[in-house]
């Protein structure tokens, strides 16, 4: 594994991810942002948080083993989300869940989030972009 995650003394610690990642790996992978499309292009969970940051960490995770990574070569995620306030928060954190419940992982890396007016089309309400680093 190429990254560790670390949260140093000084920074606040957050329950849904570390301060800083470290890589040593050799290889950069960048994930282009993703949306709730499944494999055939149609959006899934239209109009449902929840749902579509599902699909968008389960698409980060086909995009990453088609590469021959996973989420522990994670060094950074980026989450835009659509009119952003903070009472999303429990839905975002929904989505991640059930994303990892059902990869069985524990996506954890340094993380933003960003609140955006508008995605590609009206029907996505969120995009997830990774870097990522591998052996």
Same mark, same amino acid.
């Given at each position: 594994?190429?990254?560790?995650?670390?949260?140093?003394?000084?920074?606040?610690?957050?329950?849904?991810?570390?301060?800083?990642?470290?890589?040593?790996?050799?290889?950069?992978?960048?994930?282009?942002?993703?949306?709730? /499309?499944?494999? *055939?292009?149609?959006?899934?969970? *239209?109009?449902?948080?929840?749902?579509?940051?599902?699909?968008?960490?389960?698409?980060v995770g086909t995009a990453l083993a088609?590469?021959?990574?996973?989420?522990?070569?994670?060094?950074?995620?980026t989450v835009y989300v659509v009119d /952003?306030?903070?009472?999303?928060?429990?839905?975002?954190?929904?989505?991640?869940?059930?994303?990892?419940?059902?990869?069985?992982?524990?996506?954890?890396?340094?993380?933003?989030?960003?609140?955006?007016?508008?995605?590609?089309?009206?029907?996505?309400?969120? *995009?997830? *972009?990774?870097?990522?680093?591998?052996?």
């Amino acid at each position: 594994m190429a990254i560790t995650l670390v949260n140093p003394g000084g920074l606040p610690e957050i329950d849904v991810y570390r301060q800083v990642s470290v890589a040593t790996g050799s290889k950069l992978v960048f994930i282009a942002g993703q949306v709730a /499309w499944d494999g *055939e292009g149609v959006t899934v969970g *239209e109009g449902d948080l929840a749902a579509q940051v599902e699909q968008c960490y389960l698409n980060v995770g086909t995009a990453l083993a088609g590469v021959g990574a996973s989420f522990d070569d994670v060094a950074k995620l980026t989450v835009y989300v659509v009119d /952003w306030t903070p009472d999303k928060m429990p839905l975002l954190l929904e989505g991640i869940s059930r994303a990892a419940g059902k990869m069985k992982v524990t996506p954890a890396p340094p993380a933003t989030l960003l609140g955006v007016a508008a995605l590609d089309i009206p029907e996505h309400l969120v *995009e997830i *972009e990774a870097t990522a680093v591998i052996d």
